[in-house]
């Protein structure tokens, strides 16, 4: 009923008052104006009153604007930081194929974050979740302190029995990390050295090497009646039986007579194919009175080092190729003698090199290193020439990538070309887990060039790199991989980011710090990641506590996140799981400030936010903690505040009343006016921000009091009356202190709470 009459009366207007009509409250300010309270002004007090007036005004419009401007200028920034976080994920999302601008006219794939299932189930397909459990193994012997595994062979048992590409595709790079590495300050130095890039080109003949072995072993097998296998057991009967099968009838052209009824230069050449040079010489020997010096040069190649002749030999081999053989009609002889004397680069022998692994073969086995400078260069392909005709001169459109994925990837995987190979697979959806895979053997063997910055195209060549040189964004490249899952599966998400521990980003922050940030933030799975706090002030360990001992600053940087996010209630949990009282009362008064007068009801916000600040309350004082003395006193008077509005709106006004007087907030006399405008000043905002409504719940318990006293019976024995007259003088007398006050204190309160202030005093008078 109150409350009502106050409305009535706020809404007739104190103007309307019969007590004093000369009174009005000023609509702009809220503030009593006119002869009753101000009473008669001269003309030059009223010029100057005018003119004061008039500066404050001007210098509170002043300050209002320069406010203003300085919000929308935060407001700018705070779109341009938000803006170039979107910018980057879209960026991320959309990848480009190298250097080149993004194609939209190719086939659509699917999307490259992947779709999500339902809440609640993984995302992660059969393939992808056992390559997830080797990265777990993988980390838990790292950071338990055992021997470094390899993870080339952990990822290669993830692979199916019945899916021999990507076991072969494993073997190929088990194959090509199998290098003795030489010591270097960075992988650049590591990768362009000579002795590593030849190393390189070797393991990569090898490999091809053994698997046209295999091929062969398997084609003799499957065709054993037409075959004809026989004899001692070892490369050249397994050549001679493929041949059974490969040449069944006389290939005209073939010169220098046949061994066993087979040509010799393609027993020579598939010998060599298979990587068996000792079979190569028992073919030569048996035919060398129609070789002519091909015996001795063929010796000399065989047993030096680096399968090189001496330059002179080297001279001699290509003037006779030149003068007797660049026209043969034997392509197996023409093939073989390109491959010893490395010479006639441009001559592909496609009529002997028909499949890209014999192409790739061939050409490798025609690399060379030293630059002597006696080779002309029609004679000299380096490796650096090589992988550009691959990647830039044929590029996918050659080797038909839609159709043979796997096929490019090997042609530039073999070529050292590791970046590349994994960019590119990296854009096909049913492949990207196995390049990411690939990409992480190479982090961890230190052989991947990774980009300088994450801001880097997933595939970039950077200024004062060797022509021919790319680089890996491997941080982008994680983080889109684990964006498809991160969401349904935190904890694999949080196995990959464990790679990024000695990464930094643009700003100098370590990016496992990020990433776990980002991931809790993200999926608010908080007390799986981060850990648990009991009731007892004791914390429940999270997953992060396996790769960390120290986990306060994670929990700090996750808090901050989310503060930064407006996600004030997660932050004060996580500055409390990271035991900083000051941040998390900080952030509690944010949270209260606004509640505080609200009317409280079961699961509602401010009964939640109650309930945990209680709890906080209690526990720190159980435990002896406490924050910075400002802090602490403001989060303590806020919850004594909500404490009085909940009396007050149960009803019950003598005990708000009584809450209030203790608190010592507002002057109960005219007294202590000068005292509580002055210890107004070293409040802080929350507990400003909510004295209108005190000094309106204040003054209406006032008014309430003054009611119920004078609706009482008369004066009796009991009651005299001069008690109920000394007492209508000292509600009064509190209602004008409070008026005073609300007049004196250095803070706009509003307009419509000085008139109601103003009302319910007259009321009373």
């Known amino acids: 009923m109150v409350r009502k009459a106050v409305c ?21 300010t809220g503030r ?93 397909d059969s393939v992808e979740m056992a390559y997830a459990r080797q990265i777990y193994i993988y980390n838990e012997k790292i950071v338990n302190g055992h021997l470094q595994p390899n993870l080339v062979d952990l990822c290669a048992a993830v692979t199916e029995l019945d899916d021999k590409n990507i076991s072969e595709f494993w073997t ?24 590593v890039r030849m190393e390189f080109v070797r393991q990569a003949l090898r490999y091809l090497e053994q698997s046209y072995k295999n091929y062969t072993f398997v084609t003799v097998f499957g065709n054993l009646h037409q075959a004809q296998l026989g004899g001692v057991p070892g490369t050249y009967q397994l050549v001679r039986s493929f041949l059974n099968i490969k040449l069944p009838a006389p290939v005209p052209g073939l010169q220098d007579g046949e061994v066993e009824g087979h040509p010799v230069w393609a027993l020579i050449y598939y010998c060599m194919r298979c990587g068996d040079l000792a079979a190569a010489m028992h073919v030569v020997k048996r035919a060398q009175h129609q070789l002519g010096e091909f015996k001795t040069w063929f010796q000399e190649y065989m047993h030096s080092k680096d399968k090189r002749l001496s330059p002179a030999t080297e001279n001699k081999l290509r003037l006779h190729y030149r003068r007797a053989l660049r026209n043969n009609t034997d392509p197996y002889k023409r093939a073989v003698y390109c491959i010893i004397g490395r010479c006639d680069i ?92 690939v990409a992480l053997v190479l982090f961890e063997l230190k052989l991947l060039l990774k980009s300088s910055g994450q801001s880097a195209q997933l595939l970039s060549h950077e200024a004062g790199d060797p022509p021919g040189v790319r680089r890996l964004n491997f941080v982008r490249l994680l983080m889109l991989y ?140 159980a435990q002896g903690i406490s924050a910075k003395k400002s802090i602490d006193s403001t989060f303590y008077l806020l919850l004594d505040l909500i404490t009085f509005f909940d009396e007050y709106h149960a009803g019950h006004v003598d005990r708000a009343f009584d809450i209030i007087e203790r608190l010592k907030l507002v002057p109960l006399s005219q007294d202590c006016v000068e005292e509580r405008v002055a210890a107004f000043r070293n409040f802080s905002d929350e507990i400003r921000h909510n004295l209108s409504e005190v000094l309106l719940a204040t003054m209406n318990i006032l008014f309430t009091q003054y009611k119920r006293m004078k609706g009482t019976s008369p004066a009796t024995p009991a009651r005299p009356q001069r008690v109920m007259e000394d007492r209508d003088s000292q509600l009064r007398s509190q209602a004008r202190a409070l008026i005073t006050f609300a007049g004196m204190i250095p803070y706009r309160t509003s307009g419509d709470t000085n008139a109601r202030l103003v009302q319910m005093e007259v009321l009373m008078n």
């Open 8 to 28: 009535r009366l706020s809404a007739v207007g104190w103007g309307h008052s019969s007590r004093n009509p000369s009174a009005r409250v000023s609509p702009r």
């Open 32 to 124: 009593v104006s006119g002869s009753a309270l101000l009473g008669s002004l001269h003309p030059e007090e009223g010029f100057l009153k005018n003119e004061k007036d008039n500066a404050l005004l001007s210098a509170i419009e002043e300050s209002r604007k320069r406010t203003f401007a300085m919000a929308e200028e935060y407001h700018r920034e705070s779109m341009l930081v938000e803006w170039e976080q979107v910018k980057q994920r879209i960026l991320h999302t959309l990848l480009a194929s190298g250097e080149d601008a993004l194609d939209f006219t190719q086939e659509n794939e699917p999307s490259y974050a992947g779709e999500l299932g339902p809440p609640g189930r993984s995302s992660l």
């Open 172 to 195: 190929m790079v088990k194959q090509m990390t199998d290098v003795t590495l030489v010591p270097a300050s960075d992988a650049l130095k590591v990768r362009t050295n000579m002795e």
């Open 346 to 437: 441009t001559d592909n022998q496609s009529e002997v090199a028909d499949k890209t692994e014999d192409y790739l073969w061939l050409k490798l086995n025609q690399v060379c290193f030293d630059d002597n400078g006696a080779s002309s260069p029609q004679d000299r392909l380096t490796l650096s020439q090589f992988q550009k005709q691959l990647l830039e001169d044929y590029g996918e459109s050659h080797f038909a990538v839609n159709q043979q994925p796997l096929l490019y990837f090997q042609v530039l995987f073999l070529t050292a070309q590791f970046e590349a190979a994994i960019a590119f697979l990296f854009r096909t959806e049913r492949l990207r887990c196995h390049a990411v895979h």
């Open 482 to 621: 684990t964006r498809k899952f991160e969401s349904t599966d935190p904890r694999e998400a949080l196995q990959y980011f464990y790679f990024l521990r000695n990464e930094k980003d643009s700003q100098g922050e370590n990016m496992f710090l990020r990433c776990v940030s980002e991931l809790a933030i993200e999926s608010r799975e908080f007390d799986m990641i981060l850990g648990k706090l009991e009731n007892d002030g004791s914390r429940k360990p999270g997953v992060i506590d396996k790769f960390t001992s120290d986990t306060k600053p994670i929990i700090n940087k996750v808090a901050s996140a989310a503060e930064n996010k407006g996600l004030f209630e997660e932050a004060a949990k996580l500055y409390d799981l990271a035991k900083n009282p000051d941040k998390v009362l900080e952030l509690m008064n944010k949270l209260l400030s606004p509640i505080v007068p609200q009317i409280s009801t079961p699961q509602s916000n401010k009964e939640r936010l109650k309930n945990m600040a209680h709890a906080i309350a209690e526990r720190y004082k």
